[in-house]
């Protein structure tokens, strides 16, 4: 289902900052995991407050806070208070409207997106937004409702303790960044399908359902590439930002996302260009097919109507019509019944209407 | 309705600097309301003259003098008088056909916008005026009528007087522009109802009224555009200004108002794509339906007309037509005009016709 | 009638720098004006030759002397020598298919421009080229035809001692320019309103005239925009340029014009976007009619098809057709004439088709 | 004809620097032209060899060589060599299919670009390519055949002794670039009647040759749009050059034929707008005969069917129809074939069918 | 067969840097093909192992590797390894779904492309990506499969001693991006091939197989496209970079190859001009036929429907019927039926329906 365009206007007119949370997914408990690593250790928990998280801000470890679930204001709030996170930014973290943009703080850098996978029926996307808080040796994650898309990024930190734990904050954001945006190939892949599908239909047998089909593709891609497409310029200005919590070596990865993200980009355009003409070929088609059926009702009509003024003029009843005495009159007429649908048959396929 | 393309003409010719009152809103009283206020006070009245704005301007509190309908002239000539507003600003102020836009000036700053709200009925959006002059500790809002559009910032004002009293004219001119972005919001939600429920009509019944529907959705939405876009340049030049009079705490929030106004111009530009479909799609659904027509025609047509040939054979007057004598022939026809019908049913079904 | 898109021609070959009057206007005489004031004074007079001119030439009162005609090429080149313009200027003075354009040379600035107005019948759009060259203390104007769309120009100068005597060459070259850009308000006004019939009449009653008016308009459209929009661009160098000859305080007022023109040019943009979608709308209602007359005539072929066939059987003459003899075969066929049309509507109108 | 839209695929694989011609043009004899001219003097001769041209190289006079034909590649060779030419240059010469191009080398300058000419049916374009070359106080131009396009530029050197000789390479080379430009726009003019009488033809009569002529007039001017637009590029190019072969005072010139190129490209997107309508003019024109035809078929067939209908009846032979002994049945039966198609005509009128 | 558009979903999930081969070419052998050259030598030979390569990797002439096949992951390990490769350019040559990019690395620089050609069958296009890592004096490619599109460059290293084998490895870098590069050439031109005669198809014929001809060629262009434009960027990156690993000489070859990327690109884009217009074509042409059909069927119908009724009412068994006695009624109507149908067909012809 493509997502609702604007729906900000649930909270129009409240003063700017107010904590409230705006969103579709219906209200769910909130499950913080705190995952804290370092070469050394691994530790994976589901803890339950604000108070809980506090006891790692001091450590050593890098530290990541998944939270899952959008309706505890209050536990939003704290983890503002205590991590001095400007009002604006937990506003917008709790509106899950949001325009994917990165914003760079003194002691922070917000960024928000948009997770994009679709179910079991193709064209059914689920559109989340996650929030990404990278601070010094901690990041948090905001996500609007309970799945596994981090199981990967966890699994890979449990396992390789090379390279990855011994990374800061930026390297963490950089792997979720990169998982979330390699969700948008399987979903081009399926749009790839799709289309592909819808493309043979229409060719072979056009219908109104397919018309319908199209349509929803359509509004389904200009969802997607409003979700998609800000990830540029979002990665764009991670990479532009000069920030201390980026370091250089970092940079390079982050290049390689926005690499992927632009050929996701460049996909969806492609899609759209193929899509705007799927409706071209529609009527294309629709008006092929009225051609074939106006030929036949012509072939049919213009054989049959002179044949039938013929035998109407012998049926009149005027007491002098000559012919009607003649003997051979009626087989010659057979004869004419069978010459002249002959005649115009082959005129018609020389004219190729048959 | 979309407001006149242009409509300045009404004007063309005067010296520039005239100050004349150019727009479509019936005459009204002007209504003069000042909103006076500080951390401790909060004094809010209805006004006659200049005079008694003149009373605040030299106060510390912070003084918003919202002027209400554009007839009085004078009362804007004397504003400029008194406050040192160059006439070209007043001019623009009086002339409600103004692109939105920001002016930087020594002692003040000038920004003109659309406000738009949708009445009872979807497509009827109201288009007013509002133009901002921030000053030190001053801020003049003009409108074209008397209506509630700004009820909410009073009513923040008023009750919470924490944090938003003790800000200067900067940040009441952001929320003033923050509510008046704000109201976009809910008119996107109306337009994205209208046109799925012109999308669904269109695939399941198009009609001539639908075609007309589609025309003045996409008036509007041109219209809309034109009002809504140039908001971004407008808090672009905001965010650039280095006036003294915006200080640097301010342009966070006006970052997020900038942000809205984005979102608010991608949703309009989506709905444009999906509007210029549209009418693709009207053709399609018509040709589809004429095509179902046409099948008919050509079915009812290819079996009867045959038939009606062979029965005018049989009605002829010849003679010599042995067929005429025979017993069984009557009866025979009769299996004739049974099996003819089903074979060429049977074979419009195998071409899919049916 | 839209202007000639190119037409150049004529000139093609000759060496660079030829003063060849380049045109469309036929010849007429040419009618030198000259105004000259003062805060003090004001004079007005119709002079005939450059010797004339020459007189004002080192007082140190405003001189504007405005050239309507341009077939007299030794005026032009005589006041080239005396006033030291370079012999491009002077060609493209006189060739009148220049682009709008602005170009600041040593000692005097350049501007060519279209001024564009609409004769008694709307779509008769009158193109006229404006030269202005601004010196100091002297402004020319040089046009292709006498007509008075500089009268409000002089009417203020006369009236308004004032400011507008008391400023300079630049002054008068704004005023200038914003009358004629202000002379492309009442266009649009104009267009609006035939664009707006159009509409109707397409919706109602779609026929050839109002495709040809669609494409006249459309042309109409591309030719306005093409004299139009690099206005935008010769205010940009006009603000951006430095020559002491422009004053700052006059560059607000051309930001002003500047702000005119971008309105201009948004709202043409409107309109092709609106005339743009005109020919598909065109095509809808044009099906749309042709599915209502389909619909007819399926209506009435399909059910006076079969009945036609019944009546043909009872007419066949076979010996033994024993339904003929009987008493109530003629009744009951009435019944089944009135029956089977009834039933036929009662499913044509299920199927939407009525 | 089209210019084929690549092509070079003839040399594809050949080493770079591989002086070979490609092109279309029959292989002809070279023609070497020369030039050489200063105040006093003026001579034009047809050489033979590299050797003749060498004579001029080191004398004060500007010398300008016009090579026609390019099969001749030992002469580009040569001529490569004694003045110093890199091999890549040389290459692009005698290789015509280049995108119009300027390139700075440090003794040298090179220009690239298309000379367009209509023949004398309208839609044969001519494309030639016209490789330039400036040196100090030698010019180089390169040509693939012998026809008359720089007449006009050898009338005016002969003829006018004052200004064009006493000027340096620079001055020629824009006098030829500027012939170059001015030969496109006779071409845009008769674009221009070709697409007018188009469009009529449309609107009064649309059929198959008029649709294959739109076609061929969109490739047309295609193929015309590749070989003009990079001239703006490369003036842009030259004027922005800080090489000592140009001086400041041809620049000015040189920014005219900028303008000039500016305006044709203008126009021929002009042209392009209009043209992409004119398919949708077609089908809509078409959309209006057939519903015409449609009208027509349909009155005819509503209007007999019936009546046809009712004279079955009587045709039938029941034994008990006592209709057929009434003495008025068959005189009021033709009241009933006057009124019933009147009150259908009436009808169909109404319905703004006839 | 148009590339996939995406397709790096197989790879999603894994952690960034896993060196994993994806790609569509079947598992092949890899062959590593070693050609080391200086002025006086020349030699190619087929190896084994990473460590004969290691042989040439200290001496001073110029050696290019040349891999074909990318199943050997250990082997670009090695590589990677020895030769100092960072894991993303590895990963990056291993999955061939890359956009073509250009990166400058401390110590190399990398760049990958899309190979095209076309096989037997033209609308079959080939793509193979090849990455290029380019070293002091050592130069690798790595391509997906075995095949012979670099056997041009080895020719022209095998013979011509002179020049080429004494430039560096930004020359050999150079000469293998122009074989590629000029690959397109000459699909370009069957491209055009192809596309012209569906024209013509169109106008003469239309038919579905056309229809989906037309959309094939479009998905191709699109994939072709995508493959093609960002070369223009590569080209400008390589340009603008300053690594010594590119000397200046060389840049103006790549220049020369950049000319001929923007020319490709602009082929491209003509093609999409042409392709988009031809769906409207085909539209328009089967219009026009089915326009054709309707006027022959009512023609047809118009002339025999209302000579039907006619000898409808003459077969009518009224008793009272005056006409059936006279004695020239029936050689009267007769003249009827021939005059009826001239007068309506030149009245057709009047209204151009025949």
């Known amino acids: 289902m493509a997502e609702s365009l604007t729906s900000a206007s649930e909270k129009a007119g409240l003063p700017p900052g107010s904590l409230v949370h705006v969103g579709e997914v219906p209200e769910l408990a909130t499950r913080i995991t705190v995952v804290d690593y370092s070469v050394a250790a691994f530790e994976e928990k589901i803890i339950e407050s604000v108070e809980d998280i ?67 029926e193709v064209l059914s996307v689920n559109y989340e937004q996650v929030s990404i808080l990278v601070l010094h040796n901690f990041v948090f994650t905001f996500k609007e409702k309970q799945d596994d898309i981090f199981e990967h990024v966890k699994h890979q930190l449990k396992n390789s303790k090379g390279r990855f734990r011994s990374q800061g904050s930026d390297y963490l954001a950089y792997v979720i960044l990169d998982s979330i945006v390699d969700m948008y190939f399987p979903l081009q892949d399926a749009l790839d399908e799709v289309i592909e599908s819808v493309e043979e239909d229409l060719l072979a047998n056009p219908s109104a359902p397919t018309l319908a089909l199209i349509q929803r593709i359509k509004r389904e891609l200009i969802s997607i590439r409003r979700s998609v497409s800000p990830i540029r310029d979002l990665l764009n200005g991670v990479l532009r930002c000069e920030s201390p919590l980026i370091k250089d070596g970092t940079k390079l990865y982050l290049r390689d996302v926005h690499d992927h993200a632009l050929r996701v980009t460049e996909a969806i355009d492609s899609h759209r260009d193929i899509v705007t003409g799927l409706l071209d070929i529609y009527i294309s088609s629709i008006s092929n097919k009225m051609n074939e059926v106006m030929k036949v009702l012509t072939v049919f009509a213009s054989i049959f109507i002179p044949l039938t003024f013929i035998v109407g003029i012998y049926g009149m009843n005027f007491e002098y019509m000559p012919e009607l005495k003649w003997r051979w009159a009626y087989p ?17 396929r020389r004219k190729k209407w048959l």
């Open 54 to 120: 506090l006891a790692y801000r001091d450590t050593d470890s890098m530290t990541w806070v998944n939270i899952e679930g959008l309706i505890d204001v209050d536990l939003i709030e704290a983890i503002g208070r205590h991590f001095n996170i400007h009002p604006l930014v937990l506003e917008d973290i709790l509106n899950t409207h949001q325009r994917p943009k990165f914003e760079e703080h003194d002691s922070y850098l917000y960024l928000v997106m948009k997770s994009l996978s679709s179910k079991d």
């Open 332 to 348: 010659a007429l057979w004869v004419g019944f069978i010459v002249i649908p002959v005649v115009l048959l082959v005129y018609f």
